[in-house]
């Protein structure tokens, strides 16, 4: 199986999503080392109707799969280190670290409302949910992996760090 780490970025509508923010989406995943297919470029069947049945694909959503290289089609590279020889757990946190760095900054784009990331072992349909802020992408994340000693099949909210955010994922977990 092959690890995939997919979902969207929520934005007003279609019409704030233009070349420029496609381009600083771009460009901000890069400066953190990694890879990103936007919208029509990515051609996983079964990522796309994950997608689609998740409600984030259409108006407002520009689709997402994060990769290590422009070489890669899945996310194998980010998250597959956890159960390899090389780096292992510490190969995988020091990625997903990238990975809640280029959410922050791609949640204080103006356009950018949200993002939905599922990550998964192969293709699942039915996902753990977490809601959680940038900065506590990485550690979230890891730890569902480190509990389960694998890449769960995760849906994970990651909302912009606002006070109102903050407080409403603070009373969720009350």
Do not use: H
Not at 83 to 93: D, K, N, V
Request: net charge negative.
């Amino acid at each position: 199986m092959s690890y995939f780490l997919y979902g969207s970025l929520f934005v007003g509508d279609n019409s704030e999503v233009g070349d420029a923010l496609v381009w600083q989406i771009v460009k901000s995943a890069n400066a953190f080392g990694l890879f990103v297919l936007l919208g029509p470029n990515m051609r996983q069947a079964p990522v796309l109707e994950v997608l689609r049945s998740q409600g984030a694909l259409g108006e407002g959503c520009v689709p997402l799969l994060l990769t290590a290289s422009p070489m890669c089609d899945t996310s194998e590279e980010l998250l597959g280190d956890y159960q390899s020889a090389g780096e292992g757990p510490r190969g995988t946190r020091k990625a997903l670290k990238r990975v809640g760095e280029w959410l922050r900054d791609a949640l204080q784009l103006p356009s950018v409302r949200g993002v939905r990331l599922f990550t998964s072992d192969g293709f699942d349909d039915r996902f753990t949910e977490l809601q959680v802020l940038p900065g506590e992408f990485a550690d979230a994340v890891m730890a569902m992996i480190e509990e389960q000693e694998d890449v769960p099949s995760l849906c994970i909210r990651v909302l912009p760090a606002t006070k109102e955010t903050v407080e409403v994922i603070k009373d969720s977990r009350s």
